[in-house]
Every structure is written in C-alpha cells, then in structure tokens.
DNA sequence: CGTCTTGCCTAGATGTTCTAGGGGAAAGAA
DNA sequence: TTCTTTCCCCTAGAACATCTAGGCAAGACG
C-alpha cells in the first residue's frame, strides 16, 4: 500500500504557484516540479492541474506568459508576477495563515 | 468591505466534524456552530455544506446517528464516532499535519 | 395568535482538481 | 539512421466537495 490518498488540498494551488513565481520567471513544468520538491514529495502538481490554473490565473492578471527556451533547449512557456499578483499573493498568504490556525484551534481543543 | 472570502479548505471539513464529535456526541446543528466557535468566527460551516457531509461520513461508517431532545427541548440527531470513526481521525489528523508541513515548506523557501 | 429561533433537509449551481488521454521536439541510445 | 526517452504543452470529461437558496416542523415567547 502506497501513502494512500490527499495529495492537494483544494485552494491552495493558486497560492503555491504565485509562491514559486515570486522569486523570477518559470515555466510550467518546472513550477510543478518546484512545487513538488520544496514540499518534500508531499504536493505533487498534475498537469491536467497545472495548466487549467495557470491559465484562470493569467485571465485574473495574477501572472504573464511569454514563450522561450527551457535551460534544456526547449521550446517553453514562462510565467511571471505581474503586480496583481504579488497583491494576490499577499491576499491568499494572510487567508491560508488565518485558516490554518483556525483549523489548528479545533484540533488543539480538547 | 467585510474580510472577504475563502470560509472553509475543501477538504477539511470530515476531519473537523470527527475532532468536533471525539469529546462526545452533538447534534448536527450544534456540530456547526462549535466549529465555528472554536475557530474564533473564521471557519463557518454551511448548513448545506453539514448535512450532507454528515450522511457521508455516517455511510462509511465513521460516525453513528440516534434521535433525541436537545437542550432546548427540540427534536434533534445526535451523532457519535464509531470506532472506525476515531481511527479515521488519527488517519486524517496526520494528513492534516503532513500537507500542512509541506505547504509552509513551500510558503517558507525563499 | 404571530413571530422568532432551533433544527433538519434537499436540489442544483459552482468551482477545483484529477484522469486519461494527445502531440511535438530535443537528446541519447542502438 | 532509427528508436526510445525525456521534456514540455495542452484538453475534454469525470469526480467531488462546498455553497446558494430555498423549504419544513415544532417549541419558545410576546
């Protein structure tokens, strides 16, 4: 038996991309793969995750997308904070730090 | 402007029921607004978010149901942990605290 | 009697994530 | 050369949890 379900907490994956975003420009592929290893191998990223969210955020003016070269020679796209986002980033930063602890509260009361 | 959105993290909400109902057993109603107590006013539970979230839990197991009188006097469900229940809670609890972990890793790099 | 509160319930909308595909192009092996 | 692997992008549809917005019954209270 593997480690079993719960990968990505709904929600958050709007905050963890602008996160890895903050420090520069990347593509796609590698702000999953940031992702998954910042976290450890605990939140793994699925393309057909990815994508679909990185284009509601573009839509949202959070982030801009310009086509490039991968540091492997290929073709991709790379996205970046625009002011909104760093704005948004904020936002949901101060709501995950608010929710956590909420939820932290229940679990501590005895 | 009110503190805006983001109520509940898809996903937590089985595992605050369970911790809510571990100290002993509560009516549906009662389970909400303890929630919500505990959290400081910051996770609010819906009651269209409640009742079917209940009926989950109680088919898989998880948690029993038994009419009775609340302290009001009014008719109400009462719902308790089974055993399964308490051993789902350990499970979720830990998840809780892995995915947790991982996302502060992640809100944390630099 | 009328109104408020308590407490339970449901159908349908909404929104996010995952599953399960597809495709092109560079790199490396055979 | 050809074959396979890896990188990188993309999408349609399913699955699932939560919310919206209602409704209902019965006790409390004026």
Chains 1, 2 share one sequence.
Not at 32 to 59: F, H, K, N, T, W
Not at 80 to 108: D, F, H, N, P, Y
Request: net charge neutral.
């Amino acid at each position: 038996m593997p480690t079993t379900k719960a990968e990505l907490l709904q929600g958050t994956l709007d905050l963890l991309i602008l996160k890895t975003l903050a420090a520069g420009p990347l593509h796609g592929y590698d702000v999953a793969r940031r992702i998954q290893q910042r976290s450890d191998d605990v939140l793994v990223v699925e393309e057909g995750s990815l994508y679909p969210c990185l284009y509601r955020m573009e839509e949202k003016g959070w982030i801009a997308a310009a086509w490039g070269k991968s540091e492997n020679n290929r073709r991709a796209k790379f996205y970046s904070l625009t002011r909104a986002g760093r704005k948004q980033l904020e936002e949901e930063t101060a709501i995950w730090e608010r929710v956590c602890r909420a939820i932290t509260l229940v679990l501590e009361t005895a």
